[in-house]
Each structure stands twice: as structure tokens, then as C-alpha cells.
């Protein structure tokens, strides 16, 4: 079966970086556009960022530009969310979505799969 895992969230404080990992199994990786969206109590599921399926495209929210990166990891199933000067609104639990020859957008419903998410808390 399909399995998307996200890992590499904790607790930090404003300014510091984190590096996520959704490591994919059970999928043609490199046939899935990859994305980061985050989710809060007040919020809902919001876009963070992707990346296509070929790896030839990114997007970033504007929220984050400038701070995240994404990148993509073929041989090792994996996408990445490079978190850096992250900031007390940052905090949220990180979910990672797979869609089949996506260009990694930001609709929500074009995401096929989904991981089970990892929280990430930035407090001082």
C-alpha cells in the first residue's frame, strides 16, 4: 500500500531551522509531483510549498518564500522541506501530499496521498 511519512519536527525557538522528511514508499516517485501544506486548529489546511514531478518547477506560499525550500530525492524516495528563520506562525502540524504528474500546485484536491503529518512548534 501506499505510505507517505513525515518526520522531523519538535520544538524551537523563533529564528531557528528545522529540516522535514516524507519519505514515500509503495509509489513510482518520481512520477509524483510532492507538497508541504500545514494545518492549525483555526486555519484549516493551508499550501506551503512543492515541487513538480519532474523536479523541474517549484512554488512557494508567500508566507514562506525566501525562508523554505523544497527539494526532491529520487533515488531515496524522499522530499524535503528546508525550514529556515522560522517564526512563531509557522507553527502548525506539516503534512506532505503525492500527486501522480502534478506540477505541485496548491489545490488541496489534487493531492492523491497524504502522510500522517509532524508537528512543528516554534515557541520562545
Known amino acids: 500500500q501506499v505510505q507517505l511519512i513525515a518526520s522531523g519536527g519538535g520544538l524551537v525557538q523563533p529564528g531557528d531551522s528545522l529540516r522535514l522528511s516524507c519519505a514515500a514508499s509503495?509509489?513510482?516517485?518520481?512520477?509524483?509531483?510532492m507538497a508541504w501544506f500545514r494545518q492549525t486548529p483555526g486555519k484549516g489546511r493551508e499550501f506551503v510549498t512543492g515541487?513538480?514531478?519532474?523536479?523541474?518547477?517549484?512554488y512557494y506560499a508567500d508566507s514562506v518564500r525566501g525562508r523554505f525550500t523544497i527539494s526532491r530525492d529520487n533515488a531515496k524516495n524522499t522530499v524535503y522541506l528546508q525550514m529556515n528563520g522560522l517564526k512563531i506562525e509557522d507553527t502548525a502540524v506539516y503534512y506532505c501530499?503525492?500527486?501522480?504528474?502534478?506540477?505541485?500546485?496548491?489545490?488541496?484536491?489534487?493531492?492523491?496521498?497524504w502522510g500522517q503529518g509532524t508537528q512543528v512548534t516554534v515557541s520562545s
Open positions: 501530499g503525492a500527486d501522480r504528474y502534478g506540477s505541485g500546485g496548491a489545490s488541496v484536491s489534487t493531492y492523491e496521498y
Open positions: 509503495g509509489l513510482t516517485f518520481g512520477n509524483y509531483a
Open positions: 515541487i513538480k514531478w519532474n523536479g523541474g518547477a517549484t
